[in-house]
């Protein structure tokens, strides 16, 4: 019955250190997906700027 108790116990402490681990995992993936977001709203306001000038250099252009 200890020997089954032990068992037990070795696996909860086994899962316990896998969510901590996971948790920390999560974490640190949350913190890298806001870079991403920032990142893709940089990216979104240099393409508009980009296209803004590009259609203002197109106008200037003489059919």
């Not at 200890?2 to 909860?12: N, P, R």
């Not at 979104?44 to 203002?56: I, M, P, S």
Request: aromatic share 4%; net charge negative; glycine share 4%.
């Amino acid at each position: 019955m200890d020997a089954e108790f032990d068992t037990l116990d070795g696996k909860i402490d086994q899962f316990l250190q896998l969510c901590q681990r996971l948790k920390s995992e999560n974490k640190e993936l949350r913190l890298q997906l806001v870079s991403a977001q920032n990142d893709v709203k940089l990216l979104e306001g240099k393409v508009a700027g980009a296209k803004t000038r590009l259609e203002a250099l197109l106008h200037q252009i003489p059919e």
